[in-house]
Each structure stands twice: as structure tokens, then as C-alpha cells.
């Protein structure tokens, strides 16, 4: 199936960095989607991107939608420790028979240490 | 909260055995996900509804199945149970059927012995 290469897997930093983590595929997307998941939790949406070459922050965090639509990547300015879980990128495509179809990258998880 | 429910959030059950997790989308969403998350994996898509009917099939197995009710919640059954299927189990609710912007629910966690 198709698959989104995420990286990296995990992250271990100090408080007060920055972060930065991303998505490639082979194939093109047309949404790009960045969640993150609390330990416990489900995931939840943090940024979405709709235009190839988009860059779109929500506070201290930024992502940009890459101009192939085949990537795309997520920053975190100055983290803190509720920075911490996992975030997954999700790339949106129309298939072949028309349908919509997300898919999820693995996962980076992240750690801080204070 | 989300507004996605899921119940129930633990579920501690033995091999060979069927459980039936349920799920309520947010309020006004049609279209229901259900994904599978083992651990420190990432999200499996299984399956799909919208207003009722199947839209998308992901890699289900053939022991599993869903429905989506009249009243829009719906249930995924899992039968047959093995080691393997111990994971996380999400529901995500969307307005339409463009799989966009997904509202996941905080899980019900299966534990097979």
C-alpha cells in the first residue's frame, strides 16, 4: 500500500530547542495533514495544508506543503515539556476509483528532557 | 474533548473470544473511521462508512467487521481473537466522505490474553 516515509522516528532533546521533522512519499498528495498524539489520547489535529508551496504556523509551530506535493515538513519552535507524544503526518489523495484516501506516516515521537 | 466517544476504553479479553467496540461521531459527521494503532506503531486505516454505507476498505481482516447504524454511531466487531490483535482501536469522524479533516477518539484499548 501506498506509504509515507516519516522521520525521524524519534526525537530526544532539551527543553527550549527547536524541533523540526517531516514527511516524503513517492507519490503526490493534495492535503497534508500534522496530528499529534498524547500519551493515552487520541490523535489531534494541529495543521492542515492545502496548497503545494503553503506555509501555514499554529503558534510555535509551522509547516509547509512541499512544492512537489510529495513532502512535507513540521517545526516546533522553543519546545516545552507538554511538546512531548507523538506526531504523525497524513497525506490526502484522490484514488483511482475517486475516493478520497488518507494516509498516515509512522510516527515521530518525542521526547524532552527538562 | 473531541466530541468522537468511544467505548468501551479498556477491554481486557482472551484468544478466540469476540468483542464489539462502538463509537459516536461528533455531532453533524457522516462518515466514520475506524483505525488500528499496535504498539508504537502507527495508524492502520481499516475501514470506512458514510451515512450508513461502506465507503473505503482499508487492511481489514476477514475476522473483523463494522457497521454504521441509521442513527450514525457505529460498531466494529472483532471475533476470532488472537495475541496479535491487542492494540489501540480509533474512531474518526468527518463531515463528508473526503476523509479531510479527521476528529479521532480517544481509543479503546484491547488487550488479548
Known amino acids: 500500500g501506498q506509504q509515507l516515509n516519516q522521520s525521524p522516528q524519534s526525537m530526544f532533546i532539551q527543553e527550549g530547542e527547536d524541533v523540526s521533522m517531516n514527511c516524503t512519499s513517492s507519490s503526490i498528495f493534495n492535503t497534508w495533514l500534522w496530528y499529534k498524539q498524547d500519551p493515552g489520547e487520541g490523535p489531534v489535529l494541529l495543521i492542515a495544508?492545502?496548497?503545494?508551496?503553503e506555509l501555514t504556523s499554529n503558534g510555535r509551530l509551522t509547516a509547509q506543503f512541499g512544492i512537489t506535493r510529495k513532502d512535507s515538513f513540521l517545526n516546533i519552535s522553543a519546545s516545552i515539556p507538554s511538546d512531548v507524544g507523538i506526531y504523525f503526518c497524513?497525506?490526502?489523495?484522490?484514488?483511482?476509483?475517486?475516493?478520497?484516501?488518507?494516509?498516515f506516516g509512522q510516527g515521530t515521537r518525542l521526547t524532552i528532557n527538562p | 474533548d473531541s466530541g468522537v466517544t468511544q467505548t468501551p476504553k479498556h477491554l481486557i479479553t482472551a484468544t478466540g473470544q469476540r468483542v464489539t467496540l462502538r463509537c459516536s461521531p461528533r455531532s453533524g459527521d457522516l462518515s466514520v473511521y475506524w483505525y488500528q494503532q499496535s504498539l508504537d506503531q502507527g495508524l492502520q486505516f481499516l475501514i470506512q462508512y458514510y451515512n450508513g454505507e461502506e465507503r473505503a476498505k482499508g487492511n481489514i481482516l476477514e475476522r473483523f467487521s463494522a457497521q454504521q447504524f441509521p442513527d450514525l454511531h457505529s460498531e466494529l466487531n472483532l471475533s476470532s481473537l488472537e495475541l496479535g490483535d491487542s492494540a489501540l482501536y480509533f474512531c474518526?469522524?468527518?463531515?463528508?466522505?473526503?476523509?479531510?479533516?479527521?476528529?479521532f477518539g480517544a481509543g479503546s484499548r484491547l488487550t488479548v490474553l
Open positions: 474518526a469522524s468527518s463531515p463528508d466522505t473526503g476523509a479531510n479533516v479527521l476528529t
Open positions: 497524513a497525506g490526502q489523495r484522490l484514488t483511482i476509483q475517486g475516493a478520497q484516501k488518507l494516509v
Open positions: 495544508l492545502y496548497k503545494a508551496g
